[in-house]
């Protein structure tokens, strides 16, 4: 006999529910509500039992904080060093992980090669699957795995109570799902992918993942936008949350950490698709600086530091007169209010002509660096293309710029130096107060400190 339900109304941009439907969300989003069907909740208290990790009714009790132990948490290899660096050293048992990416960069190649590596080791590892069935996903492991073993089990399951027994029977060290908006509870009447739907199954995932101490990946889709899809509780749930970007048409994968309880969350790692599976980029500068020994108008390098590790990578701009109508201000890779502002700047605080000159600027190898240390290596490349100006030398540019024109500081630049000293750097232009604490010179990389934007520029052409 089935359950009766009530009707309540879901907003599928922010979760929020409403007993009645209303044509403008408290987030501001109109005509988002969609009509779900809740089932009762069981009364039955031992099903209803403490937050994931208890030991049943009762079982979580207050504790002084100060006598709670702290311990190392046991991470496990997941044989894939650049995946290991993003998630802070491996997998932690029992953590909730959430990847996300758009369709066709390599989120399934990723994860089959991490389940194979991990089953390799002799553990026993449930891979999940809504989307394919076990025929596809066995060609893709043939394709980018050396070899599959026995440990390695594969199910085709949407419904989340069949997956739950599968892993009561199974007991596996190492559980995929892919993906979990083409999961489904028969606890709600809801589609799946609703919003109800993979709040839910988040939720018993992340209890599934504590209760056996055993760690999930979660694969979830994205949004035109590139944001993930469905409510963004499932966001504040889990315990990591990896996004895997890149060109369609450009071989380099970067795999990002925007939340991370066991680990840093400005580490990136750097994969090559390839036709056998994801490839590991251990330099990941030298695939960005692919014209190295060249030097050329509107070419300027710029670097970031990324958790462990600096990345360096190109800015290209092209400075050519506006024909007809007002000038175009196209960036790729940085934002287009931020080029704005410094090109404001070069006009009104150095005097260059740039109203009617159409401004492109790029970042070389798809890249979207974070911050605004690159202000300066983008204003840079603007005046060498606008002046037609080529450094002397090997030249690398890190620095802030202020609507005053002056540079401010940036974070790192130590390490940053040392790096360019490495890849054969002759000078490297920065914020005077950074090269204040550096010195002139760096393994034979000379330090030039300038206090703002008219200094910079006279260092590049001298």
């Known amino acids: 006999m089935a359950k009766k339900g009530k009707t309540i109304f879901v907003c599928q941009e922010c979760g929020y529910e409403s007993p009645q439907w209303m044509g403008q969300c408290i987030c501001g989003a109109w005509n988002s509500f969609v009509e779900e069907r809740v089932l009762p909740v069981d009364t039955n208290p031992a099903a209803r039992s403490g937050a994931a990790g208890s030991k049943g009714p009762g079982g979580g009790r207050p504790e002084p904080l100060k006598k709670v132990g702290t311990a190392d948490y046991d991470r496990i290899d997941t044989g894939i060093g650049e995946l290991n660096r993003v998630l802070g050293g491996g997998m932690v048992k029992g953590s909730l992980v959430l990847i996300s990416g758009e369709p066709g960069i390599g989120k399934s190649t990723i994860i089959i090669q991490t389940a194979a590596n991990i089953a390799a080791s002799g553990r026993t590892v ?98 035109k936008s590139g944001d993930l899809a469905g409510p963004k509780t499932v966001e504040h749930l889990v315990d990591c949350v990896l996004n895997f970007s890149g060109e369609r048409d450009q071989e380099l994968r970067v795999l990002r950490s925007y939340k991370n309880r066991f680990g840093t969350t400005s580490e990136i790692g750097a994969f090559k698709m390839e036709a056998e599976g994801l490839k590991e980029v251990r330099d990941i500068s030298a695939t960005f600086l692919e014209r190295n020994e060249e030097m050329s108008e509107g070419s300027v390098t710029a670097a970031i530091y990324e958790g462990s590790r600096p990345v360096m990578f190109e800015i290209q701009a092209l400075v050519s007169p506006a024909n007809v109508g007002f000038a175009r201000r196209t960036a790729v890779g940085i934002d287009n209010q931020r080029l704005s502002m410094i090109l404001a700047v070069m006009e009104k605080i150095v005097g260059l002509q740039l109203i009617n000159q159409d401004v492109y600027v790029n970042v070389v190898g798809g890249i979207r660096p974070e911050g605004t240390g690159t202000d300066l290596a983008a204003a840079l490349a603007v005046y060498s293309s606008y002046k037609r100006a080529v450094p002397k030398k090997r030249t690398l540019a890190v620095g802030e710029v202020g609507l005053t024109g002056d540079l401010r500081a940036v974070q790192n630049t130590e390490k940053i130096v040392k790096e360019a000293a490495r890849l054969g750097y002759e000078q490297v232009i920065m914020p005077v107060r950074n090269a204040e604490k550096i010195g002139r010179q760096v393994d034979g990389c000379r330090v030039i400190g300038a206090k703002n934007i008219q200094e910079a520029f006279s260092a590049f052409t001298s």
């Open 126 to 223: 449930l891979y999940v699957s809504g989307e394919e069935s076990e025929e596809q996903i066995k060609l893709r492991a043939d394709r980018v795995c050396s070899s599959i073993p026995d440990s390695l089990y594969v199910l085709a399951e949407t419904n989340l109570e069949n997956v739950e027994a599968a892993c009561e029977n199974l007991k596996p060290a190492f559980l995929i799902i892919d993906s979990i908006q083409t999961l489904y509870s028969s606890q709600l009447d809801s589609a799946p992918g609703s919003v109800s739907q993979v709040r839910l199954c988040g939720n018993i995932l992340m209890k599934v993942a504590k209760t056996n101490d055993v760690p999930v990946f979660i694969v979830a889709h994205v949004t």
